[in-house]
Nanobody, 118 residues
Framework: QVQLVESGGGLVQPGGSLRLSCAVSGSIFSFYVMGWYRQVPGKQRELVAG??????NYADSVKDRFTISRDNVKNTVYLQMNSLKPEDTAVYYCFANRWSWSTSGNDWGQGTQVTVSS
């Protein structure tokens, strides 16, 4: 069973920064893609960022503000979130998929709350 453990969420003011971490119980090399979705109540879960061996995808709403990276030694993926906006408030779910970007194959973290408010 794959375990994804998230950390780093919290409350920040607009313009502030947070760094999310997602540690996987196995080698990152066994996964095609890892990253984060986010979800607000009553809304569809939205891809925020994902990283593969060959590239990165970002939601248009977070491009130039968020940066996804990975540490292959620690088997951990990071999401650096800068210039945070109230619209970024959501529960952020780490995901990993061995095969594709299709969410049907995802393993999920427990979720971490990010709240951006003054």
């Amino acid at each position: 069973q794959v375990q994804l453990v998230e950390s780093g969420g919290g409350l920040v003011q607009p313009g502030g920064s947070l760094r999310l971490s997602c540690a996987v119980s196995g080698s990152i090399f066994s996964f095609y893609v890892m990253g984060w979705y986010r979800q607000v109540p009553g809304k569809q879960r939205e891809l925020v960022a994902g990283i593969t061996r060959s590239g990165i995808n970002y939601a248009d709403s977070v491009k130039d503000r968020f940066t996804i990276s990975r540490d292959n030694v620690k088997n951990t993926v990071y999401l650096q979130m800068n210039s945070l906006k109230p619209e970024d408030t959501a529960v952020y779910y780490c995901f990993a998929n061995r095969w594709s970007w299709s969410t049907s194959g995802n393993d999920w973290g427990q979720g971490t709350q990010v709240t951006v408010s003054s």
